[in-house]
């Protein structure tokens, strides 16, 4: 079984910034992806970045140059650096990882979620 787990989610000032961090654990042989998405309840779930295959990493337009998606392989944690935040950026942030577990087959899962509150 494979857990994510997301912490750094607080309640900032516009312009402020804070970093987030998603920590997998449990069976995993490799992690083959992993990305950040926001949500806000009644809405569509967002992508807001992605590492993608060719190593680099895909931001959402509304995020370029303030967000940064940064990973610790060692520890099998991702983090987003959130800069000059605003209070459209209020959302609930999930991490999401595709995984190669131990057994042999790949599985998909989802953080709990954690809160990021913009005030204006």
């Known amino acids: 079984q494979v857990q994510l787990v997301e912490s750094g989610g607080a309640l900032v000032q516009a312009g402020g910034s804070l970093r987030l961090s998603c920590a997998a654990s449990g069976s995993i042989r490799t992690i083959d992806a992993m990305a950040w998405h926001r949500q806000v309840p009644g809405n569509e779930r967002e992508l807001v970045a992605r590492?993608?295959?060719?190593?680099?990493?895909m931001y959402a337009d509304s995020v370029k140059g303030r967000f940064t998606m940064s990973r610790d392989n060692a520890a099998n944690t991702v983090y987003l650096q959130m800069n000059s935040l605003k209070p459209d950026d209020t959302d609930v942030y999930y991490c999401?990882?595709?995984?190669?577990?131990?057994?042999?087959?790949?599985?998909?899962?989802w953080g709990q979620g954690t809160q990021v509150t913009v005030s204006s």
């Open positions: 590492f993608t295959s060719g190593g680099s990493t």
């Open positions: 999401y990882a595709i995984v190669m577990v131990a057994a042999g087959y790949e599985a998909s899962c």
